[in-house]
T-cell receptor, first 116, second 115 residues
Framework: GAVVSQHPSRVICKSGTSVKIECRSLDFQATTMFWYRQFPKQSLMLMATSNEGSKATYEQGVEKDKFLINHASLTLSTLTVTSAHPEDSSFYIC????????????FGPGTRLTVL | AQSVTQLDSHVSVSEGTPVLLRCNYSSSYSPSLFWYVQHPNKGLQLLLKYTSAATLVKGINGFEAEFKKSETSFHLTKPSAHMSDAAEYFCVVRRLTGGGNKLTFGTGTQLKVEL
């Protein structure tokens, strides 16, 4: 089946530093990937839609300069949390939409970010 | 706008008994609805989806859901719970936007299965 990986699975960083999270579709091509944020015991909130070869589309209230998204190839999207602060600590999840089956999103296992 | 409401934040059942996880939707159009499961430290997995075909949808691991337009519901059921079913379950609706295929998640239901 379709597999999406994320790296790293966990990251701890100091306040003020930047952190990059990778999302890869391993066995399919994804023209569109999505980035979500999940707070403890809460639902997933869509942050942005990442389109291969073009700018990402951000949801209302999400700072595009804070959360930089790059979708350079059909199998890789990256989310960079810039100048991270403790309030950015969260579980970040990506999903990818199969180019050949646009009906379904496949989710990565998530990245736990802790900002000290 | 499309939205879903999961009526129970926690459900506890005994192993071997039926499971019912409730979800109501709000949509001005015929919605596309999904159920996803999230196990600890694993990615969200699609259980089943409804996209305006048969109203009774069968998914993986013995789960099924019935789309009831008159009740605006899409409840998830399983005849007999297994210990491995313990997880977080999300009812999801696909948004109709210019961007297409954006998902709106419910708040989740934590399913606990006891011996």
């Amino acid at each position: 089946g379709a597999v999406v990986s994320q790296h790293p699975s966990r990251v701890i960083c100091k306040s003020g530093t930047s952190v990059k999270i990778e999302c890869r579709s391993l066995d399919f091509q994804a023209t569109t990937m999505f980035w979500y944020r999940q707070f403890p015991k809460q639902s997933l909130m869509l942050m942005a839609t990442s389109n291969e070869g073009s700018k990402a589309t951000y949801e209302q209230g999400v700072e595009k300069d804070k959360f930089l998204i790059n979708h350079a190839s059909l199998t890789l999207s990256t989310l960079t949390v810039t100048s991270a602060h403790p309030e950015d600590s969260s579980f970040y999840i990506c999903s990818a939409r199969d180019r050949g089956n646009t009906d379904t999103q496949y989710f990565g296992p998530g990245t736990r970010l802790t900002v000290l | 706008a499309q939205s879903v409401t999961q009526l129970d934040s926690h459900v506890s059942v005994s192993e071997g008994t039926p499971v019912l996880l409730r979800c109501n939707y709000s949509s001005s159009y015929s919605p596309s609805l999904f159920w996803y499961v999230q196990h600890p430290n694993k990615g969200l997995q699609l259980l089943l989806k409804y996209t305006s075909a048969a109203t009774l949808v069968k998914g993986i691991n013995g789960f099924e859901a019935e789309f009831k337009k008159s009740e605006t519901s899409f409840h998830l059921t399983k005849p007999s719970a297994h210990m491995s079913d313990a997880a977080e379950y999300f009812c999801v609706v696909r948004r109709l936007t210019g961007g297409g295929n954006k998902l709106t998640f419910g708040t989740g239901t934590q399913l606990k299965v006891e011996l």
